[in-house]
């Protein structure tokens, strides 16, 4: 299998198993912020450790010889920072700003990605993506205008905006990592952005409220765990390996299906209806998103026939042998009409 189509198929299922995530989030509202982030990272490490186990065959010296290879220490370091921080900040969102709002700026995440990718690892962006850059900035800034005027949660919604920067700034680490180490293994930032992540909502909890609660209520936990053992797990996993094997705008456009979905699950279960602003604001970013990858598949069509041509008539010369003069010259021209 080419390693493009299994990049794809990985960030579709990593996107698919991560859209239940807001639901499960928005159903803990008797338990606080930072007690339900502490809980469900201190649980996403026991998992991702038995992956990254399983992955090296149970070596435990193969493992540890793996995290002290200096040309990829500080890949592990950086990845680990920006995985664990924007999940805290995206969990934090969810709370304070709700899934409509949290979803809607994630949603830009491709177009961050697109001028990360440009400016960091040098990775050309087309025309048309920067067409779908101005029209989902547009979109985004149409719903932080409303809850300038609306007098909203803020934090909640500069938080949302953290986030995305976070998770597209991981996307394009993880792809600078196959490029330039293509043996890197980035799954191992997860255990490390998990114990980041629980200490980051344990230092937040302590210094928001001075008796902070680790306890969790009762009717809470089964969420909790279903989020730190099962959904963070397989969906963190399932990106950080797809992300490595695509563009950086390419697997940020796949986890745009969490916006999609994500809300849906909430208003079925809990009611939680978006706002007109967020719904025209989101649609705009949808729409952009759609065009922009319809456009992208039909250029990528364009170049693979034009790929095939070329290497169909290179073919062909090798097979005739020798040409003459006229021939050569006729095979010239050919060549540049493809």
């Known amino acids: 299998m080419h390693s493009h189509t299994k990049g794809l198929l990985i960030m579709v299922a990593g996107s698919l198993s991560t859209t239940p995530d807001t639901l499960t989030i928005r159903l803990t509202d008797g338990t606080e912020a930072y ?19 399983t992955r090296f065959e149970f070596d435990v010296k193969r493992l540890a ?3 002290l290879k200096r040309d990829q220490l500080w890949l592990i370091a950086i990845g680990s920072i920006l ?5 805290v900040l995206f969990t934090l969102a969810v709370k304070e700003a709700g899934v409509a709002i949290t979803l809607c700026f994630l949603s830009a995440s491709p177009f961050v990605s ?3 990718s440009r400016m960091i690892i040098g990775e050309k962006a087309p025309c048309h993506t920067w067409a779908a850059v101005f029209f989902g900035f547009g979109g985004i800034m ?6 300038i005027t609306s007098g909203a949660n803020m934090i909640g919604t500069v938080t949302a905006m953290s986030s995305t920067f976070l998770f597209s700034l991981s996307f394009v680490i993880n792809r600078f990592a196959q490029i330039s180490f293509p043996e890197t293994e980035m799954l191992l930032c997860l255990p490390w952005s998990s114990l980041l992540a629980a200490m980051i909502a344990m230092i937040m909890g302590y210094q928001s409220e001075e008796n902070f609660p680790l306890s969790v209520a009762s009717d809470d936990w089964k969420w909790v765990i279903l989020q730190g053992l099962v959904i963070l797990p397989i969906s963190f996993s399932l990106i950080t390996v797809g992300s490595q094997l695509l563009p950086s705008p390419e697997a940020a456009l796949i986890t745009l299906m969490e916006t999609l979905m994500g809300p849906l699950w909430v208003w079925l279960a809990v009611g939680e209806s978006p706002t007109k602003s967020t719904l025209i604001g989101g649609g705009i970013l949808v729409s952009t998103v759609l065009c922009h990858s319809l456009v992208q598949m039909i250029v990528d069509r364009a170049n693979g026939s034009e790929t095939r041509m070329s290497e169909g008539i290179i073919m062909l010369d090798h097979v005739k042998g020798p040409q ?14 493809v």
């Open 65 to 67: 010889k793996e995290y």
């Open 35 to 53: 007690t339900l982030m502490f809980w469900r990272y201190m649980l996403f490490f026991l998992p991702v450790v038995f992956i990254l186990l």
């Open 83 to 87: 995985i664990g921080s924007g999940d």
């Open 324 to 337: 003459t003069p006229g021939e050569h010259l006729s095979t010239m021209n050919a060549h540049a009409t």
């Open 142 to 147: 149409f719903v932080f205008a409303d809850q």
């Open 114 to 116: 697109a001028i990360l």
